[in-house]
Protein backbone atom coordinates (compact mmCIF):
# COMPACT_ATOMS: atom_id res chain seq x y z
CA UNK A 1 0.00 0.00 0.00
CA UNK A 2 1.49 3.06 -1.17
CA UNK A 3 0.81 7.02 -0.35
CA UNK A 4 -0.96 8.95 -2.57
CA UNK A 5 1.26 12.08 -3.60
CA UNK A 6 -1.25 14.69 -3.84
CA UNK A 7 -4.70 15.81 -2.25
CA UNK A 8 -5.71 15.44 1.31
CA UNK A 9 -3.80 15.43 4.69
CA UNK A 10 -0.07 15.56 4.03
CA UNK A 11 2.34 14.51 6.80
CA UNK A 12 4.12 16.89 8.93
CA UNK A 13 7.03 17.59 10.88
CA UNK A 14 6.89 15.92 14.21
CA UNK A 15 9.45 15.97 16.68
CA UNK A 16 10.33 13.40 19.74
CA UNK A 17 8.01 12.39 22.25
CA UNK A 18 8.56 14.52 25.94
CA UNK A 19 10.39 12.17 27.80
CA UNK A 20 9.09 9.76 30.80
CA UNK A 21 10.58 10.26 34.13
CA UNK A 22 12.13 7.49 35.85
CA UNK A 23 9.86 6.63 38.34
CA UNK A 24 7.01 5.62 36.15
CA UNK A 25 6.90 2.18 35.68
CA UNK A 26 7.29 1.27 32.11
CA UNK A 27 5.82 -2.29 29.62
CA UNK A 28 8.28 -5.00 29.13
CA UNK A 29 8.62 -2.55 25.30
CA UNK A 30 9.64 0.16 26.30
CA UNK A 31 13.12 0.23 25.92
CA UNK A 32 13.43 -2.29 22.84
CA UNK A 33 10.65 -1.43 20.91
CA UNK A 34 9.36 -5.10 20.45
CA UNK A 35 6.54 -6.52 22.42
CA UNK A 36 6.74 -10.13 21.49
CA UNK A 37 4.82 -12.77 19.96
CA UNK A 38 2.03 -11.12 18.21
CA UNK A 39 -1.49 -11.94 19.98
CA UNK A 40 -1.17 -13.89 22.04
CA UNK A 41 -3.43 -15.97 24.17
CA UNK A 42 -6.27 -14.24 26.00
CA UNK A 43 -5.64 -13.95 29.56
CA UNK A 44 -7.94 -14.74 32.24
CA UNK A 45 -7.34 -11.99 35.15
CA UNK A 46 -6.76 -12.47 38.39
CA UNK A 47 -8.77 -10.14 40.94
CA UNK A 48 -5.79 -7.86 41.71
CA UNK A 49 -5.64 -7.58 37.97
CA UNK A 50 -9.04 -7.00 37.29
CA UNK A 51 -8.93 -4.23 39.72
CA UNK A 52 -5.56 -2.49 38.35
CA UNK A 53 -7.71 -2.15 34.62
CA UNK A 54 -10.52 -0.33 36.60
CA UNK A 55 -7.67 2.29 37.45
CA UNK A 56 -6.09 2.15 33.88
CA UNK A 57 -9.16 2.44 31.95
CA UNK A 58 -10.31 5.45 34.32
CA UNK A 59 -6.89 7.11 33.45
CA UNK A 60 -7.56 6.38 29.66
CA UNK A 61 -11.25 7.86 29.55
CA UNK A 62 -10.11 11.19 31.53
CA UNK A 63 -7.13 11.57 29.36
CA UNK A 64 -9.95 11.06 26.64
CA UNK A 65 -11.80 13.58 28.11
CA UNK A 66 -9.35 16.24 28.68
CA UNK A 67 -8.36 15.77 25.08
CA UNK A 68 -11.73 17.02 24.08
CA UNK A 69 -11.49 19.95 25.56
CA UNK A 70 -7.98 20.66 23.84
CA UNK A 71 -9.46 20.20 20.06
CA UNK A 72 -9.89 23.08 18.41
CA UNK A 73 -8.86 25.38 15.57
CA UNK A 74 -5.33 26.39 15.23
CA UNK A 75 -3.57 23.51 17.79
CA UNK A 76 -1.19 21.38 16.14
CA UNK A 77 -1.26 17.36 16.83
CA UNK A 78 2.01 17.05 18.22
CA UNK A 79 1.47 20.20 20.87
CA UNK A 80 -2.13 18.08 21.81
CA UNK A 81 0.04 14.76 22.10
CA UNK A 82 2.64 17.00 24.36
CA UNK A 83 -0.52 17.53 26.28
CA UNK A 84 -2.56 14.50 27.08
CA UNK A 85 1.61 12.77 27.62
CA UNK A 86 1.99 15.38 30.33
CA UNK A 87 -1.54 14.26 31.45
CA UNK A 88 -0.62 10.10 31.50
CA UNK A 89 2.75 10.50 33.56
CA UNK A 90 1.44 13.22 36.11
CA UNK A 91 -0.95 10.17 37.28
CA UNK A 92 2.01 7.67 37.00
CA UNK A 93 1.05 5.97 34.03
CA UNK A 94 3.08 4.95 30.96
CA UNK A 95 1.27 6.29 27.60
CA UNK A 96 1.34 2.43 25.54
CA UNK A 97 1.66 3.06 21.83
CA UNK A 98 5.44 4.85 22.88
CA UNK A 99 8.25 2.66 21.39
CA UNK A 100 4.94 0.07 20.91
CA UNK A 101 7.02 -1.34 17.82
CA UNK A 102 8.94 1.83 17.43
CA UNK A 103 5.73 4.04 17.17
CA UNK A 104 7.12 7.41 17.64
CA UNK A 105 4.66 9.41 19.95
CA UNK A 106 2.49 8.72 23.21
CA UNK A 107 -0.66 8.76 21.42
CA UNK A 108 -2.57 8.18 17.86
CA UNK A 109 -3.88 10.52 16.80
CA UNK A 110 -5.60 10.86 13.15
CA UNK A 111 -7.33 13.89 11.51
CA UNK A 112 -10.05 13.23 8.89
CA UNK A 113 -9.03 10.61 6.07
CA UNK A 114 -6.48 8.91 8.39
CA UNK A 115 -8.09 5.94 9.72
CA UNK A 116 -5.50 5.04 12.60
CA UNK A 117 -2.06 5.13 14.06
CA UNK A 118 -1.87 9.20 13.12
CA UNK A 119 1.56 10.37 14.31
CA UNK A 120 1.24 13.81 15.93
CA UNK A 121 3.15 16.37 13.97
CA UNK A 122 3.16 20.30 13.20
CA UNK A 123 -0.02 20.42 11.01
CA UNK A 124 -2.53 22.74 12.96
CA UNK A 125 -6.35 21.59 13.36
CA UNK A 126 -8.49 23.26 10.90
CA UNK A 127 -12.19 24.62 11.25
CA UNK A 128 -14.55 21.49 10.07
CA UNK A 129 -11.60 18.61 10.57
CA UNK A 130 -12.41 15.42 12.25
CA UNK A 131 -9.85 13.93 14.80
CA UNK A 132 -9.78 10.12 16.07
CA UNK A 133 -7.95 10.14 19.61
CA UNK A 134 -6.45 7.33 20.69
CA UNK A 135 -5.64 6.87 24.23
CA UNK A 136 -3.64 4.18 26.14
CA UNK A 137 -2.18 3.96 29.18
CA UNK A 138 -0.06 1.37 31.25
CA UNK A 139 -0.33 1.59 35.28
CA UNK A 140 -0.35 -0.78 37.67
CA UNK A 141 0.98 -3.70 35.37
CA UNK A 142 -1.99 -3.00 32.74
CA UNK A 143 -3.16 -1.21 29.59
CA UNK A 144 -5.96 0.78 29.16
CA UNK A 145 -7.62 1.57 25.89
CA UNK A 146 -9.78 3.88 24.59
CA UNK A 147 -10.77 6.30 21.38
CA UNK A 148 -13.08 8.42 20.47
CA UNK A 149 -13.46 11.22 17.62
CA UNK A 150 -14.27 14.47 18.10
CA UNK A 151 -15.46 17.63 15.56
CA UNK A 152 -12.98 20.35 15.55
CA UNK A 153 -15.27 23.81 15.39
CA UNK A 154 -18.42 22.53 13.19
CA UNK A 155 -18.91 19.89 11.30
CA UNK A 156 -21.18 19.34 7.99
CA UNK A 157 -23.61 17.07 8.10
CA UNK A 158 -21.62 13.84 6.35
CA UNK A 159 -19.12 14.56 9.03
CA UNK A 160 -21.92 14.54 11.92
CA UNK A 161 -23.75 11.31 9.98
CA UNK A 162 -19.89 9.02 10.21
CA UNK A 163 -19.69 10.16 13.73
CA UNK A 164 -22.86 9.09 15.30
CA UNK A 165 -23.29 5.90 13.13
CA UNK A 166 -20.04 4.87 14.18
CA UNK A 167 -20.65 5.27 18.11
CA UNK A 168 -23.96 3.35 17.54
CA UNK A 169 -21.93 0.72 16.11
CA UNK A 170 -19.97 0.56 18.75
CA UNK A 171 -22.79 0.53 21.57
CA UNK A 172 -24.97 -1.67 19.15
CA UNK A 173 -21.45 -4.28 19.51
CA UNK A 174 -21.43 -3.91 22.99
CA UNK A 175 -25.25 -4.67 23.71
CA UNK A 176 -24.71 -8.27 22.27
CA UNK A 177 -21.47 -9.16 24.21
CA UNK A 178 -21.75 -12.06 27.28
CA UNK A 179 -19.89 -14.64 27.97
CA UNK A 180 -19.71 -17.69 25.12
CA UNK A 181 -20.47 -15.30 22.87
CA UNK A 182 -18.94 -16.00 19.53
CA UNK A 183 -16.50 -12.91 18.86
CA UNK A 184 -17.88 -12.92 15.21
CA UNK A 185 -21.02 -11.85 16.24
CA UNK A 186 -19.55 -8.47 16.86
CA UNK A 187 -18.37 -7.36 13.40
CA UNK A 188 -21.55 -8.43 12.19
CA UNK A 189 -23.52 -6.22 14.13
CA UNK A 190 -21.00 -3.37 13.06
CA UNK A 191 -21.59 -4.13 9.15
CA UNK A 192 -25.37 -4.31 9.63
CA UNK A 193 -25.00 -0.71 11.37
CA UNK A 194 -22.57 0.44 8.85
CA UNK A 195 -24.24 -1.25 5.99
CA UNK A 196 -27.82 0.56 6.82
CA UNK A 197 -26.23 4.02 6.97
CA UNK A 198 -24.15 3.54 4.03
CA UNK A 199 -21.12 3.46 5.14
CA UNK A 200 -17.83 1.43 4.83
CA UNK A 201 -16.45 -0.76 7.41
CA UNK A 202 -12.69 -1.04 7.49
CA UNK A 203 -11.56 -4.35 7.61
CA UNK A 204 -7.58 -4.14 8.01
CA UNK A 205 -7.58 -3.25 12.19
CA UNK A 206 -9.33 -5.42 14.93
CA UNK A 207 -10.36 -5.10 18.95
CA UNK A 208 -8.14 -7.16 20.68
CA UNK A 209 -7.47 -8.92 24.41
CA UNK A 210 -5.55 -6.91 27.21
CA UNK A 211 -4.66 -6.57 30.59
CA UNK A 212 -0.78 -7.04 31.31
CA UNK A 213 -0.26 -7.37 27.79
CA UNK A 214 -1.18 -4.48 25.03
CA UNK A 215 -2.66 -6.46 22.21
CA UNK A 216 -4.07 -10.31 22.71
CA UNK A 217 -6.78 -12.52 21.59
CA UNK A 218 -9.34 -12.59 20.48
CA UNK A 219 -9.09 -10.81 17.71
CA UNK A 220 -12.23 -8.73 17.29
CA UNK A 221 -13.21 -8.31 13.64
CA UNK A 222 -15.31 -5.25 12.88
CA UNK A 223 -16.99 -6.86 9.97
CA UNK A 224 -19.50 -9.89 8.89
CA UNK A 225 -18.13 -13.23 7.73
CA UNK A 226 -15.15 -13.39 9.33
CA UNK A 227 -14.86 -17.23 10.27
CA UNK A 228 -14.15 -16.47 13.56
CA UNK A 229 -14.54 -19.19 16.08
CA UNK A 230 -13.55 -17.54 19.04
CA UNK A 231 -15.62 -16.51 22.04
CA UNK A 232 -15.61 -14.30 24.60
CA UNK A 233 -14.59 -15.51 27.96
CA UNK A 234 -15.47 -14.49 31.59
CA UNK A 235 -12.76 -12.84 33.23
CA UNK A 236 -10.95 -11.56 30.18
CA UNK A 237 -10.93 -7.83 29.26
CA UNK A 238 -11.24 -6.72 25.36
CA UNK A 239 -11.58 -3.93 23.05
CA UNK A 240 -13.79 -3.30 20.14
CA UNK A 241 -13.38 -0.07 18.00
CA UNK A 242 -14.88 0.10 14.54
CA UNK A 243 -13.48 2.29 12.25
CA UNK A 244 -16.07 3.57 9.53
CA UNK A 245 -15.36 5.26 5.82
CA UNK A 246 -17.45 8.16 4.45
CA UNK A 247 -16.68 6.28 1.33
CA UNK A 248 -14.87 2.89 0.33
CA UNK A 249 -13.25 0.89 3.51
CA UNK A 250 -10.21 0.42 1.59
CA UNK A 251 -7.07 1.37 2.43
CA UNK A 252 -3.35 2.92 2.17
CA UNK A 253 0.13 2.93 3.97
CA UNK A 254 1.68 6.19 3.97
CA UNK A 255 5.63 5.69 3.67
CA UNK A 256 6.42 6.00 7.57
CA UNK A 257 4.79 2.92 8.24
CA UNK A 258 2.17 3.55 10.37
CA UNK A 259 -0.24 6.52 8.86
CA UNK A 260 -3.43 4.67 7.53
CA UNK A 261 -5.16 6.25 5.24
CA UNK A 262 -8.69 5.72 3.15
CA UNK A 263 -7.80 5.05 -0.54
CA UNK A 264 -10.21 7.54 -1.70
CA UNK A 265 -9.70 10.82 0.53
CA UNK A 266 -13.09 10.42 2.24
CA UNK A 267 -13.47 10.65 6.01
CA UNK A 268 -12.81 7.85 8.56
CA UNK A 269 -13.89 7.90 12.90
CA UNK A 270 -12.97 5.48 15.32
CA UNK A 271 -14.52 5.11 18.87
CA UNK A 272 -13.16 2.27 21.39
CA UNK A 273 -14.02 0.96 24.51
CA UNK A 274 -12.23 -1.50 26.30
CA UNK A 275 -14.84 -3.83 28.30
CA UNK A 276 -14.62 -6.71 31.05
CA UNK A 277 -16.34 -10.12 30.40
CA UNK A 278 -18.33 -10.99 33.59
CA UNK A 279 -19.97 -13.92 34.12
CA UNK A 280 -23.36 -12.32 33.13
CA UNK A 281 -22.40 -9.44 30.67
CA UNK A 282 -19.38 -6.98 30.18
CA UNK A 283 -18.88 -4.20 31.89
CA UNK A 284 -17.78 -1.35 29.52
CA UNK A 285 -14.35 0.02 31.48
CA UNK A 286 -13.98 2.90 29.83
CA UNK A 287 -17.20 4.39 30.14
CA UNK A 288 -18.13 8.53 29.83
CA UNK A 289 -18.97 9.53 33.23
CA UNK A 290 -22.10 11.04 31.42
CA UNK A 291 -23.53 10.27 28.11
CA UNK A 292 -22.70 10.83 25.06
CA UNK A 293 -25.27 13.63 23.68
CA UNK A 294 -25.14 13.76 19.56
CA UNK A 295 -26.62 16.41 19.16
CA UNK A 296 -24.27 18.24 21.06
CA UNK A 297 -21.13 17.59 19.37
CA UNK A 298 -18.41 14.60 19.40
CA UNK A 299 -16.32 16.56 22.22
CA UNK A 300 -18.84 17.34 24.49
CA UNK A 301 -20.66 15.70 27.14
CA UNK A 302 -24.20 16.15 28.40
Known sequence: MIRRSQGGIQPGKTRPALPVPEHI????????????????????????QTEAMVHATALARDVLDLAGTLVMPGVQTCDLDDQLHQAIIARNGYPSPLNYRGFPRSNCISVNEIVCHGIPDDRPLEDGDVVSIDVSCFLNGVHGDTCRTFYVGEPDDETRHLVRTTKRALDAAIAICGPGVPVSEIGEVIERVANKAGLGTVREFVGHGIGPTFHTRPQVFHFAGSRSTEVLQAGTCFTIEPM?????????????????????????????????????????????DREFEEDAGANRLA
Open 25 to 48: VRPPYAETGDPGAAMPAAVVLSEE
Open 244 to 288: LTAGSPKVTLWRDGWTVATADRKRSAQFEHTLHVTESGVEVLTAY
